[in-house]
């Protein structure tokens, strides 16, 4: 009998189109004895099982220690880095190779930590952009500044009601009502009459152009802290720029484990991890 084989999302941090097409070509084909891998969308909500660096980048190794690396959140630099830092490091010109094999070994390392321990909480973010220079903040500072986030429902708007009964079951325990629709009029209603904190927008949803309605939305008194989420099968696309001028929050790949959706909706809800 064939053991299963282990699937790991994947983030690249920092790299050229071009590299970055590369890896993602490479890992969508790694060797038959190892873990395969899914790269996760620039804008994916989802936590990543591991990520990976451009060490000449100095955006993406700021970004890589916010991510705080360890034995359960394995994470590999790829060129010169120029400093030590706490995961796998890999120089150019990149050996496939040798970095599968470095791959494959984090994922048993980490498989292994996660026998031992639960999953850790995703780190907190305390912006969107990531500072560069020296960060010497009190972390207290930082809590009095953030705003509190929309307190209210998650709106699915998706063609059936299964996912918002799901969804609803995954939350039972915190007690946040989850509401469905497959109209975006419907949709834009309820936003303006009800309170909502989330909506989750399935864009294969007939009839509904999700950026549109993103848009309109927001467009409400009120809607700015709102946090629409786009629910996207990467075959079908995913227009960023489109999303990012109507104000999506970001996006969550169809399929997707129950962990990554109930860790982005607690995120998202500010719910305790």
């Known amino acids: 009998m064939h053991s299963k084989r282990q699937s790991l999302s994947v983030r690249l941090l920092g790299f050229p189109s071009s590299e ?13 004895d ?3 891998y899914s790269c996760l969308l620039g804008d994916s909500l989802q936590e990543p099982d591991l990520t990976i ?20 959140r394995p994470a590999l630099v790829i060129g010169s880095a120029g400093m030590q830092f706490p995961c796998a490091h890999i120089t150019r010109p990149l ?3 040798q970095m599968f094999k470095l791959l494959s070994e984090m994922a048993r390392k980490r498989a292994e930590a996660l026998n031992d321990l639960p999953p850790p909480a995703p780190p907190h973010d305390r912006r969107r952009r990531i500072r560069l220079d020296l960060d010497i903040t009190d972390p207290a500072e930082f809590v009095k500044m953030r705003r509190p986030q929309a307190r209210g429902a998650v709106l699915i708007v998706d063609k059936r009601g299964a996912l918002r009964d799901h969804v609803a079951r995954l939350l ?6 989850v509401e469905w629709t497959e109209s975006a009029a419907a949709a834009v209603r309820l936003c303006a009459e009800t309170p909502v ?25 009120g809607a700015e802290r709102i ?47």
């Open 20 to 32: 970055g097409a590369e890896l993602g070509t490479a890992l969508a084909h790694p060797p038959r």
């Open 34 to 36: 190892g873990p395969s």
């Open 53 to 72: 660096a451009n060490g000449d980048d100095l955006g993406a190794l700021a970004a890589l220690l916010a991510w705080q690396p360890d034995a359960t």
């Open 95 to 97: 050996d496939m190779f």
């Open 172 to 177: 039972a325990a915190h007690h946040v009502a």
């Open 197 to 221: 904190a989330v909506v989750m927008i399935n864009t294969s949803t007939p009839g509904v152009d999700p950026y549109a309605l993103c848009a309109e939305i927001k467009q409400q008194e």
């Open 227 to 273: 946090a629409v989420v786009l629910l996207v099968n990467q075959a079908s696309g995913y227009d960023t720029a489109r999303a990012r001028a109507a104000g999506v929050r970001g996006l969550l790949d169809k399929p997707m484990a129950d962990r990554h959706l109930v860790a982005a909706l607690k995120k998202l809800l500010s719910l305790p991890q």
